[in-house]
């Protein structure tokens, strides 16, 4: 942990090599990549998007061989290493391993530790605390995606792993920003399905949330369960209210009109067009 004003960070390296979780990969990085993450960190903390930082940037003096455009055209690269910070690391991910693999006591403990250290406003003697952690969880990543498409941000890899619980924007891999407005923008080129084009973030997310609420089902009871679904629901109406007032701020719209979701859909479908 790095202490600074008060606040607690967790450290990570990326691209030290190997870990448990390294699977197949030999964990390094590669500079280029490494200095893309670095500067786009920085520039989304700038822009007020809820994100992981970078501390530092190290060469390494080890090769890494990588498929730059998936195209079988295999290159030497200069590898290189980055100090990460995040008030957490834990993701979707963290939880679903759990409870697919039936370790509810483990996921329980963990999920306990999270809500203590990381939503303080939630009482960890409340029988509903598993409910309200979803609650916040649902409506912060409703924002935080918000905030991507205000600025033509795309993340590129937005599975369950790389969605923070905290909601804030961590793994920076295939990541991008449109030059001009096109809801098939797609930044990764091993992503041959879309499935991860920048018009889709919204409802990957509403996926994702779906496989957090799964997770979750086995320390809820029937009610929570049911009330849990019922705030999945409201994912969209989130997603949709918190979207339209970034683009009404970025248009200088003041108050509230029955033609406002008109004029952004048509100004976006203008500057497709164009």
């Known amino acids: ?70 195209n079988g055209n295999i290159k030497k690269e200069r590898g290189a290493v980055v100090l990460r910070l995040a008030k957490s690391w834990f993701r979707i991910g963290s939880l679903e391993i759990l409870a697919h693999s039936g370790e509810l ?30 609650s916040t969880v649902v409506s912060e990543t409703a924002n935080l995606i918000s905030l991507w498409m205000s600025v033509g941000f795309a993340h590129g890899v937005c599975n369950t792993d790389n969605f923070s619980l905290l909601s804030i924007t961590i793994d920076y891999g295939p990541f991008g920003f449109m030059d001009s407005y096109d809801p098939n923008f797609v930044p990764n080129t091993s992503d041959d399905e879309r499935r991860y084009k920048i018009g889709n973030q919204a409802s990957v997310g509403l996926f994702n949330l779906s496989k957090l609420l799964q997770a979750l089902k086995p320390l809820l009871d029937p009610r929570q369960k049911q009330l849990a679904s019922q705030i999945l629901e409201g994912y969209g109406e989130h997603y949709h ?8 701020t ?25």
């Open 1 to 70: 942990y790095f202490c600074r004003h008060g606040e607690r960070w967790e450290l990570q390296l990326k691209g030290s090599g190997k870990t448990p979780y390294s699977r197949n990969g030999d964990g390094r990085a590669v500079l280029r990549s490494s200095v893309r993450e670095f500067l786009c960190s920085e520039a989304m903390h700038h822009l007020g998007i809820p994100t992981s930082r970078a501390a530092s940037l190290v060469v390494s003096d080890d090769d890494v061989w990588r498929d730059q455009f998936y």
């Open 241 to 248: 209210s918190r979207f339209t007032e970034l683009f009404k």
């Open 105 to 134: 006591d483990l996921l329980r403990r963990l999920l306990d530790f999270i809500i203590q250290e990381h939503f303080p406003s939630i009482a960890m003697n409340d029988s509903n605390r598993y409910l309200e952690f979803f």
């Open 250 to 274: 970025k248009l200088g719209l003041l108050g509230e009109n029955e033609n406002d979701n008109y004029l952004i859909a048509f100004l976006l479908k203008v500057s497709l067009l164009c």
